[in-house]
């Protein structure tokens, strides 16, 4: 049992390195691919750094999407006709915006996408410490005065008595 165990932990674990491995294999198509090794590993490192358009989190060789394949076309014919990488990127930028690259430059217009996630977290926290303390503060009881003690002392008092007779 334990052998069967070790083994469909194995078997798990490969298929699972295999499917997060070969992610990108199945967004390129055959037809995409650069006859000339080198330009496709430079087409393939430029794809990295873009941004799927449409699926926003992934780039370009990661999305099966019709805009990443366009933008992969797109990129290898930039290289194919002599372009250097950097050349590449700033025809797409120039394109699309700073938003398609995954790491946009740092200036002025790009600070809400540097900034943004962390001004939602403080906004997020004030917005929790406020309510906690309001509350923590409706939570709050005024102690009891004399006379509010003396009558609840007297119905305790009453119910202990009462449980005491049962």
């Given amino acids: ?3 069967r165990a070790k083994i469909s932990i194995i078997l798990a674990s490969a298929a699972l390195v295999v499917t997060l491995w070969s992610g990108t294999a199945w967004a390129i198509r055959p037809d995409e691919i650069l006859a ?4 496709e590993h430079r087409a393939r490192a430029i794809g990295t750094e873009l941004r799927c358009l449409v699926c926003q989190n992934e780039s370009i060789d990661d999305s099966n999407a019709d805009l990443a394949h366009d933008l992969r076309v797109l990129v290898r014919q930039r290289l194919v006709a002599g372009d250097s990488d950097e050349q590449v990127k700033q025809y797409i930028v120039a394109r699309y915006g700073n938003y ?11 600070y809400l996408l540097w900034f943004g996630p962390a001004l939602l977290l403080l906004c997020a926290a004030g917005v ?3 309510y906690i303390r309001r509350v923590s503060q409706t939570a709050q009881t005024a102690p009891l005065t004399d006379d509010e003690s003396r ?7 009453d119910a202990g008595r009462k449980k005491e007779d049962s």
């Fill in 128 to 130: 929790a410490a406020i």
């Fill in 151 to 157: 009558r609840l002392s007297a119905l305790l008092g």
């Fill in 100 to 110: 398609v690259l995954l790491k946009p430059p740092f200036m002025a217009e790009t």
């Fill in 1 to 3: 049992m334990r052998l």
């Fill in 36 to 39: 000339d090794p080198k330009l």
